[in-house]
């Protein structure tokens, strides 16, 4: 399996995971003119939308929550912005639809909804206030990242967060794994990367590899591409000169991010 998922960067729908291509994890990205919508229906899955950039309105319906509209999102310019997004939850049942303001893109993250409609829970945005903000690692290994929708929120099965790496650092590094159901040591989260970058003719590298190298990819990623991690270690490396934004989505049978570094990097973080 091609764990590379390439952008199509001239079209309305920027990319889009195969159906099926994971067992918990759905995602795709869409660029939005000025009126345009986009259809959000969750059907038996909970969704969660971000708006990337630009401006939107979002307005559905659930069958049990009732109505819900959040007009006039202001966003962010672009994802390398220093501010958080905006973002919807939306619960199994949701039907609804954004519409761009002005030039948008936004992002639909998906996963397993929780099979007891008792349990659904009602949807609601989440304002970038809400986002906890945070820099990770040090030196060249340095990336800022902020928490959409982490596991201290609500949600049955969906991850969301987005990291930003300066030039020249590296990411999600020393290599880590969370593919194993052994919690509290690690739980099992299979993940999608969807890859920004800026100046957008740039590239980075990204490796997804297991211990036994039954799985052993590494890639060039360019502006727009999604990379699948099922499982194993999942590194990133930016170049010199170019700055990377990447979206994670990560879902599981249990909604809690547990993870196992590769003993062999793991010195780095004693530097």
Known sequence: MNLLVKANPAARDLVQVPENALHYVGFS???LQPGDSLPLAAGGQE???V???GTASIAGDHPDHGAFAW??????ASVF?????YAAYLPPGSEGQLRAGSQAEVALCRAPGNPDRSAWLAPRLITPASMKRSARGKGANTRYVCDILPDTEPAFSLLVVEVRTPSGHSSSYPPHRHDEDNLPAQSYLEESYYHRIDPEQGFVFQRVYTDDRSLDQAMAVENHDTVLVPRGYHPVCVPYGYES???NVMAGPVRAWKFHNDPRHEWLLQR
Not at 71 to 76: H, T
Not at 81 to 85: F, L
Request: charged share 15%; hydrophobic share 35%.
């Open 29 to 31: 990205a869409h660029r």
């Open 47 to 49: 969704l969660c939308v």
């Open 51 to 53: 708006l990337l950039s």
């Open 71 to 76: 007009p006039s999102l202001p966003g962010r």
């Open 81 to 85: 912005e220093d501010v958080s997004p």
């Open 245 to 247: 934004y990447y979206l």
